[in-house]
């Protein structure tokens, strides 16, 4: 049912935890199922994220898209960041089962979210 890259991914999550001072948080959930992510950011002077965490209660495919999101996200620019589609979240975990994809969407929305925090936060002007 699920590739080996989403099994790692989830026996063994990348950047599990929070970002002490964050620049940007993003919470979102999914009633239906009842997953719900928190993604916090450390943002640098070139608006490039130099740490990102997240704290997941979900499956194993809520938990595996998490890390890999944040994999995805740490190093680029908000705007690189920002980019970062369900689907290529999806794709970089070698597929998800059709009835899992709602949690690839809520990986990428909780790091749009935290970007849009950091934002709002930072606002020039």
Known sequence: MYSE???????????MGEV?????VGEVGNPQCGDVMRITIKVDDEERIEDVKFKTLGCGAAI???SMVTEMAKGKTLGEAEDISKKSVAD?????????????????????KAIEDYRSRHTKG
Do not use: E, I, W
């Open 92 to 112: 970089a975990l070698g597929g998800l089962p059709p009835q899992k994809m709602h949690c690839s969407n809520l990986a990428s929305d909780g790091l749009k």
């Open 5 to 15: 890259k989403v099994m790692d991914h989830f026996q063994n999550p990348r950047n």
């Open 64 to 66: 595996a898209t998490s």
């Open 20 to 24: 002490k001072d964050a620049d940007g």
